[in-house]
């Protein structure tokens, strides 16, 4: 069964920092092009977050947490990580981490392109 599961997630206060897990299972994470991440807020669509790339570990993010976030992919544990600081109540979502076969392009961060999903897991940023 391929599947990807995440953790780490939790309650943290404004400034703090979280680091997420992506554990990969049934398949190597290096065999996909890239690995992303995703977070979806209540009644807001999901939103691509950063990406990191098998080919050469390129890394994107999306503005609104450059500078804040750092992913990373240990291809040894088959696990990615996504380092998360000084976390803002904006930051509150359902992150998820994902793999797909045609994300080439990972900074797109088309949501289409990428077939496994992990569960999901809830950060929330709150004093």
């Known amino acids: 069964q391929l599947q990807l599961v995440e953790s780490g997630g939790g309650l943290v206060q404004p400034g703090g920092s979280l680091r997420l897990s992506c554990a990969a299972s049934?398949?190597?994470?290096?065999?996909?092009?890239?690995m992303a991440w995703f977070r979806q807020a209540p009644g807001k669509e999901r939103e691509g977050i950063s990406c990191v790339t098998s080919m050469d570990g390129s890394t994107y993010y999306a503005d609104s947490v450059k500078g804040r976030f750092t992913v990373s992919k240990d291809n040894a544990k088959n696990t990615g990580y996504l380092q998360m600081n000084t976390l803002q109540p904006e930051d509150t979502a359902v992150y998820y981490c994902?793999?797909?076969?045609?994300?080439?392009?990972?900074?797109?961060?088309?949501?289409?392109?990428?077939?496994?999903w992990g569960q999901g897991t809830q950060v929330t940023v709150s004093s």
């Open positions: 994902a793999v797909g076969r045609q994300s080439y392009y990972c900074s797109n961060f088309v949501p289409y392109e990428y077939d496994i």
């Open positions: 049934g398949f190597t994470l290096d065999h996909y092009p890239s």
